[in-house]
């Protein structure tokens, strides 16, 4: 572990109560040395899609040895528990409600059942979830913090469906700029396409595209632009414009690519 071991927080709380602040005090005065970073607490609440993809695209920036807790509805039902699983040599803490399977396309290294007799108390983070990340912090051995367990929930990801001359996607992620991020990988459009002519479909025929632009600003203010972002998934947006909202785009929106050879 890292002299001053990483701790972020990913959780649907907002920044309006105490629980932000309660749950690093406890951590911090267990590991003082605790590096603690908030990737966001910005979640919509309950929505463990949303914040699966925002650790899924964030976690590879971290260095081996960080530890992740995942604080969105962690509330358990009937048959569930909390679990830390070690994967790419990194830590996630948060409860078995399919969250990890989301995040993750291989299975992890170790997955460990949480052992805790404050584990149905309502803030599981500051009960459960503080101590396990403070004990990982201080290089406490995995197997000292639960039962080894083989599987865990899953959930299947929303996929596009693609046939010779189309791709049907959605609307995975609408990020704060209300651009609308799509699940069709720049991979896919590629294998696909093949030099054929291609039109884009948003809101089945009410938007049509024909291109797909290298920035934001190969287009006017105002005007709708198609492009592969940082993470090469395809992505609606309206340069310095609101997309999500001019488009009524939202999560599970159909997007639709048409190819043809003429």
């Known amino acids: 572990m890292n002299q001053f071991p990483i701790i972020t927080l990913t959780t ?53 040895g960080t530890i992740h807790i995942i604080a969105v509805n962690t509330n358990l039902k009937e048959g569930q528990s909390h679990l830390v699983i070690k994967t790419h040599n990194q830590y996630f803490i948060s409860a078995d ?38 004990n990982l912090a201080k290089s406490k051995p995995l197997k000292e913090l639960g039962t080894h367990v083989n599987n865990y929930e899953e959930l299947v990801p929303l996929r596009p469906t693609i046939d010779e001359n189309a791709i049907s996607g959605s609307i ?7 651009n609308a991020i799509t699940n069709i990988s720049k991979a896919l459009f590629d294998k696909v396409q093949k030099n054929k002519k291609y039109e884009i479909l948003i809101q089945s025929n009410k938007y049509k595209v024909n291109k797909i632009s290298n920035s934001y600003q190969d287009v006017s203010d105002g005007e709708l632009v198609v492009l592969f972002n940082s993470i090469d998934l395809l992505e609606i947006a309206i340069n310095n414009g609101n997309a999500s909202e001019l488009l009524n785009l939202n999560i599970n ?9 003429q």
């Open 253 to 261: 929106s159909s997007i639709r690519i048409n190819f043809s050879d």
């Open 12 to 64: 649907d709380w907002n920044l309006y109560d105490y629980y932000v602040g309660s749950v690093k005090g406890r951590i911090l005065s267990k590991c003082p040395e605790a590096n603690i970073i908030d990737i966001t607490h910005q979640i919509q609440t309950y929505k463990i899609q949303q914040a699966a993809f925002v650790l899924r695209n964030s976690y590879k920036n971290f260095p081996d």
């Open 172 to 178: 995975i992620y609408i990020d704060s700029f209300q």
């Open 97 to 134: 409600n399919g969250i990890f399977s989301l995040i993750f396309k291989e299975k992890p290294q170790e997955v460990i059942q949480i052992k805790n007799n404050h584990s149905n108390q309502p803030f599981s983070t500051l009960s459960v979830y503080a101590d396990i990340a403070s």
